[in-house]
């Protein structure tokens, strides 16, 4: 096979089975990434009906794959996908998926493995250890209890030291390249439900809490080391398109340039970063964005972070700055608190989404602590809010959780959601005042739906954050056009839509990317989400590219046309990489299967429309740049909008409408084909994409779409 490696390593921690799954049973039909883990665990998990086995069960698995154009070269590519039951969505767990970058499945792809798929539980602590095809259980017990980051520098000296020199390995290769290492921390060890895996410093699966998972099967990390290659079945094409990528999109103007800053989204602004200069930039495998930095005057700290995990704690850092000094919160200061409040999530192996803005640590302090000052005081005995915003105070804090020190540890031990419900907190939901949870099923804020009312919709419709810029990426390019060029922009959307459509016939429609109040609650606005939904699960979850990165790439600034290429270079690529002759209809219908068959195992966990709805703020608060949480503006608060004929982001003045929502449902259900009345998958659309057998177990289950 050219692209993918053609086998995925299985290793069963109970009986301790390492053994080999044929990439090619899967490729066809789903890819990799994201489509590869989620037919495997309907394979060895789902498929076996309900009752569904818990997320801390030895029988659920924890998949690690990569995608075909992973350690070809392809910039943006190398985003490993992570998949299984997760412990974290509310009010019951569910299969899901996270992902991170770096190196990890470059790596995995050099050893000669597309993935890892991992079952079973160890009766004392272990890793996995690979090198090339050779893999080893190995004791962890020496490193249980560490941060993550420490676990993989104790591996690093125990396999194959980092370095520049070169390393002989057992077969007689040779490499200067260190293991790569995907670790869960003190958080996963001791099943917190946002327990997360990291890579390195800052590469973290941070969403939907694998760390435990992983931590449930007595596994501290999965090492790998290769000294192998990809194939590529037409490197001169691929190279040519790469190139031709680069300068569409990407040419270099500014080296660290990235999500919100020019050392990779770090919320200190121009001065802090000036005064603290980058000591060295870091990017995942084969990208030159290098949207990743760690600073001169804090070595170790704010290691490889960039967008939300960089704002873990800033607020609260702020926060103290306001109380020592008396200051408007404006004038306050970013200090190296901030950025070691950030890195601390990662050590202790913490899902930094739920702590991003600071929300959560908002209500903790202002709410629960000024508020209730005796019941907290009860809950919380040894956590000395005097010292809130500080590096002591986040020390203290996160242990308590890991640790589960108290009831307010114990409770947040058990994700933020379900820790309301326990400290008897839940109404702050119905507030839009440092709730931080729009979604019912307790997913972090990341964008306000009554803003992005699409992120909303796709994000409503699964069980995490959407956490993918499409469309705002694409909305985004066209507000960067200014006058005619915008106007051109806009004709093209509807031209490219009409071109390339999803294999169900939905589409992208500039009226379904406008977000005016009319537009909300039509059926172009929900066509666009299904599309990508498709869109998404094809190019973003399953080859898999990076959306940072620009992908897929509609627009470009430096060509006349203001066309980037889409869809025909994206798939271009895929063909020059895998040697295949396929089109955008065949990659978009299988993104589709992914999504109908994710669907299918979401409704065997337990998923209803009657459940999808906004929380209850959403509906009966406004949202208005005035409205604040604290003293920060709601994060993700700004809409893509025509005002006075021009395409502009700012700020809505609205909440969200109960009944328009539901007939967006009602046709979003319709358009795919599913049950509109329970938002299952029926017969005819499983089978309209190829995996009929689904709706077998589905029947069985009593769950069968009518």
């Known amino acids: 096979m050219y692209g993918w490696a053609g086998k995925i390593l299985y290793v069963n921690l109970t009986s301790k089975e390492i053994s080999t799954i044929p990439t090619e049973k899967y490729a066809d039909q789903y890819i990799g990434g994201f489509g590869i883990g989620a037919a495997i665990y309907w394979d060895l998990v789902a498929s076996r009906g ?29 985003r490993g996908d992570v998949s299984g039951r997760s412990p974290q969505p509310y009010p019951f767990e569910m299969f899901s998926r996270s992902s991170f970058g770096g190196h990890f499945t470059a790596m995995l792809k050099m050893a000669g493995w597309d993935g890892v798929v991992v079952q079973g ?41 980092a370095g520049p020199s070169w390393k002989r390995l057992r077969d007689g290769t040779e490499t200067t390249q260190p293991i790569a290492i995907l670790a869960a921390g003190p958080a996963g060890e001791n099943l917190c439900r946002e327990g997360n895996l990291i890579h390195e410093g800052g590469h ?39 190139h031709q990528r680069q300068q569409l999109w990407f040419r270099m103007e500014k080296p660290n340039g990235s999500i919100g800053s020019p050392y990779g989204g770090q919320p200190g602004g121009k001065e802090w970063e000036a005064a603290n200069k980058v000591r060295q930039g ?29 704002y873990g704690y800033a607020k ?10 008396g200051v408007a919160f404006k004038d306050a200061r970013v200090s190296d608190a901030m950025y070691y409040g950030a890195q601390a999530l990662n050590r202790y192996g913490l899902n930094s989404a739920y702590w991003a803005k600071d929300l959560d640590y908002n209500w903790i302090y202002n709410t629960f602590y000024m508020e209730e000052p005796e019941e907290f005081a009860r809950v919380a005995p040894g956590l000395d809010m005097t010292t809130y915003g500080t590096k002591d105070w986040i020390d203290t804090f996160l242990d308590m959780i890991v ?37 019912w099923h307790g997913a972090p804020h990341h964008r306000d739906p009554r803003a992005q009312y699409h992120w909303g919709i796709q994000t409503l419709l699964w069980n995490r954050d959407h956490d993918k810029h499409n469309p705002e990426s694409l909305q985004g390019m066209i507000v960067s056009f200014k006058d005619a060029k915008q106007k051109r922009a806009m004709e093209l959307i509807d031209q490219l839509g009409q071109k390339y459509p999803s294999t169900n016939g939905t589409t992208v429609s500039m009226k379904g990317l406008t977000a005016n109040d009319e537009n909300l609650y039509t059926k172009e606005l929900t066509s666009t989400c299904v599309y990508h939904r498709h869109l998404n699960q094809a190019f973003l979850e399953c080859l898999p590219l990076c959306c940072t990165l620009g992908n897929p790439m509609w627009f470009s600034p430096y060509t006349e046309d203001q066309l980037g290429g889409f869809p025909d270079l994206e798939v271009q ?75 502009v982001r700012t700020w809505p003045n609205r909440s969200i409408d109960r009944a328009g929502t539901e007939q967006v449902k009602t046709w979003y259900f319709e358009m795919e084909g599913w049950d509109s009345e329970t938002g299952w998958p029926t017969r005819r659309s499983l089978e309209a994409v190829g995996i009929g057998d689904v709706a077998d177990v589905l029947k069985q289950a009593g769950k069968l779409g009518g």
Not at 284 to 294: M, S
Not at 316 to 325: I, V
Request: hydrophobic share 40%.
């Open 282 to 310: 870091s990017g995942c495998h084969a990208c030159p964005r290098v949207c990743k930095g760690a600073f001169d005057t804090l070595p170790g700290q704010g290691s490889q972070m960039v967008c939300m995990g960089s």
């Open 573 to 647: 690529i895929y063909n020059a990489v895998t040697g295949r002759n396929e089109t955008f209809a065949d990659l978009i219908h299988k993104g589709r299967r992914v999504a109908y068959l994710t669907r299918a195992i979401n409704v065997l966990d337990g998923v209803h429309r009657d459940l999808e709805v906004f929380s209850p703020y959403q509906y009966d608060t406004r949202l208005s740049k005035d409205v604040k949480v604290g003293d920060h503006q709601v994060m993700g608060g700004t809409a893509f909008m025509m005002v006075d004929g021009k395409f």
């Open 204 to 242: 973290a699966a941070g969403q939907m809490g694998f760390g435990a998972v992983l931590g449930s099967k007595n596994c501290k990390a999965i090492g790998v080391i290769g000294t192998g290659s990809v194939k590529v079945a037409d490197p001169k094409k691929l190279l040519e398109l790469v």
């Open 316 to 325: 609260a850092d702020l926060e103290r700055d306001k109380r020592e000094r």
């Open 403 to 439: 640790h589960r020190k108290n009831p307010l540890g114990k409770a947040l031990a058990e994700g933020w959601r379900r820790g309301l419900d326990i400290l008897g907190k839940a109404d702050v939901l119905e507030r839009n005042w440092r709730a931080a949870l729009p979604w």
């Open 121 to 161: 539980r160890s009766e004392k602590p272990v890793y996995i250890y690979i090198e090339n095809s050779r893999v080893e259980i190995r004791d962890a017990e020496h490193l249980w209890g560490l941060f993550g980051q420490d676990a993989q520098l104790e591996i690093y000296k125990e396999t194959v030291p």
């Open 50 to 78: 309900n009752p569904q086995p818990g997320a801390f069960d030895p029988s659920n698995i924890v998949s690690v794959m990569a995608g075909p154009l992973c350690g070809a070269g392809v910039p943006g590519a190398s």
